[in-house]
């Protein structure tokens, strides 16, 4: 008996330099000086070392970001996964539909040119083709796997969400983390196309589950009780988009919209949920 606590504490102390390196890297990146300054002023709101400690990302993972817009959660992720031994992936514009548009194939460009221009920072990046008409990804081959609100643009296309969930599902490995982020509606009926771009955690758990994930937590790292969700922009009236029109609108903005109302709101209620793929 002696023998196996002596074991089981070297197990445990074994572990330890890897955990204080993981809290040691994700601090810095989350410091780091490349990041834009307005996206280290959002840190406040959207708690980024808290959430991925939440989530459960451990160095040396395999990382896809999914759809990862301006690029707030890569500069963390990437550079974390150079500095612990990982790999980090994003998807990018589907290069093969015939109808993607010229903006989307040149923005999809330049994040590679940014990427090779800064191989220290981030390592070799892996941009895959995402939407639609996409490919599947390759089986297997992630460890975490980031969504980050954008779980209520796939529910506008029919089957879309239950497409994509099936993809990072394969791609997968098994016992590997579905991280979700996501504009949280009030507890009720779910509009199916989500057009304010909140979505109920019934909801969301009901799909991401029928899709064969188990839910392993939630957090409420990034409530905000104050974020009544019946905004005349939706989500979008709220930083950091701050919208005061329709969007897609050719009217000017109302001069008179009062911006401070939503601003003293701040950013949305989000649900914070982690899945699992089971082994």
């Not at 002596?6 to 990041?35: F, Y």
């Amino acid at each position: 008996m002696r023998r196996m606590k002596i074991l089981l504490l070297s197990l445990v102390t074994a572990c330890l330099p890897s955990l204080a390196m993981a809290d040691a890297v994700l601090t810095e990146v989350v410091a780091g000086d490349w990041r834009k300054a307005e996206d280290r002023a959002r840190d406040p709101a959207r708690h980024p070392a808290e959430s991925l400690t939440f989530w459960g990302l451990e160095p040396g993972m395999h990382i896809l970001e999914v759809q990862p817009g301006g690029g707030w959660w890569t500069d963390i992720l990437a550079p974390y996964a150079v500095r612990t031994g990982g790999r980090y992936a994003m998807t990018g514009p589907d290069l093969q539909d015939p109808e993607l548009p010229d903006r989307a194939r040149e923005g999809r460009a330049e994040m590679a040119r940014t990427f090779a221009a800064n191989a220290e920072r981030y390592g070799k990046v892996d941009i895959l083709d995402w939407g639609p008409r996409a490919a599947p990804l390759a089986a297997g081959q992630f460890d975490f796997i980031l969504v980050s609100r954008s779980f209520h643009g796939w529910m506008r296309g029919e089957g879309m969400a239950e497409r994509y969930l099936g993809q990072l599902f394969n791609a997968l490995r098994p016992g590997g983390i579905l991280a979700i982020e996501q504009h949280r509606g009030n507890p009720g009926e779910q509009d199916p196309a989500a057009a304010s771009g909140y979505v109920t955690e019934a909801f969301l758990i009901d799909k991401v589950e029928a899709a064969g994930f188990k839910l392993a937590g939630r957090s409420e790292i990034n409530a905000n009780p104050k974020d009544t969700k019946d905004h005349p922009f939706g989500v979008w009236t709220l930083p950091p988009t701050r919208m005061n029109a329709p969007y897609g609108s050719t009217e000017p903005p109302d001069p008179n919209f009062d911006r401070a109302t939503y601003d003293a709101i701040g950013e949305s209620d989000r649900l914070t949920l982690k899945f699992v793929k089971p082994d």
